[in-house]
């Protein structure tokens, strides 16, 4: 299996624009997760899928950020629209299950002008 | 104070040393992870565990739930361990991380 692949792996957009990462996790693994990660903030949780579910939005920093599992090996994450702050390293990991191990994507560096 | 202490920050070392990268938690945990990001930014998930100790070729990572302390270890150390070292404790749905360790192992 290829692993985890996120694309694109660096993003550079206006202030305004809209962006939009993909990640297409796993075969068979049906847990889905979107973190961000930050020099003052490390590593944060935005959504967890389950199933294809939203289960967990509430590290979603605020309306302007949407995340979508259409079906079981595609998703995205949409900002929109985009922001300097939004800055920053997006990963998106797989696991096969709640409470097992994740794998991670290589990341997409967005970087916000 | 953070529910997740790592130490050290910055751990530089010569080849060939025995490294240990300590991590401290303060919440109920279902597993602890170790994870490791190199200079270009990936992440690779070294072990999930949630007791005793684990070893996979010279990495070697032990948890003690009772003092809530996660111990990671490298033997025979070798520039290209150079990376940033995580903890991370919970589940895959819940992980609270640590600020990470950044180890230089130099030639």
């Known amino acids: 299996d290829a692993g985890v692949i996120q694309s694109p792996r660096h993003e550079v957009t206006e202030m305004g624009q809209e962006v939009t990462l993909r990640c297409k996790p796993i075969?068979?693994?049906?847990?889905l997760f979107w973190y961000r990660q930050t020099m003052m903030r490390g590593l944060e949780l935005l959504i967890y899928?389950?199933?294809?579910?939203?289960?967990?939005d509430s590290g979603m920093p605020e309306d302007r950020f949407s995340a979508k599992m259409p079906n079981a090996s595609f998703s995205t994450l949409k900002i929109q629209p985009s922001e300097p702050r939004d800055s920053a390293v997006y990963f998106c990991?797989?696991?096969?299950?709640?409470?097992?191990?994740?794998?991670f994507g290589q990341g997409t560096r967005l970087t916000v002008v | 104070k953070n529910e997740v202490e790592q130490s050290p920050q910055n751990l530089t070392a010569q080849e060939g040393e025995f490294i240990t990268i300590n991590c401290s938690y303060s919440?109920?945990?279902?597993?602890l992870h170790w994870l490791q990001q190199h200079p270009g930014g990936g992440i690779v998930s070294l072990f999930m565990?949630?007791?005793g100790k684990k070893k996979h070729g010279r990495l070697i990572a032990t948890i003690n739930i009772q003092e809530k302390h996660s111990s990671l270890h490298i033997t025979a150390s070798h520039p290209r361990d150079s990376a940033v070292y995580i903890c991370?404790?919970?589940?895959?749905?819940?992980?609270?991380f640590g600020s990470g360790t950044q180890l230089t192992v130099l030639p």
């Open positions: 075969s068979g693994h049906n847990s």
């Open positions: 919440v109920g945990i279902s597993a």
């Open positions: 990991a797989s696991s096969p299950g709640r409470n097992t191990e994740a794998f």
């Open positions: 899928f389950n199933n294809n579910v939203p289960i967990d």
């Open positions: 991370a404790v919970g589940s895959a749905r819940q992980l609270t």
């Open positions: 565990l949630s007791s």
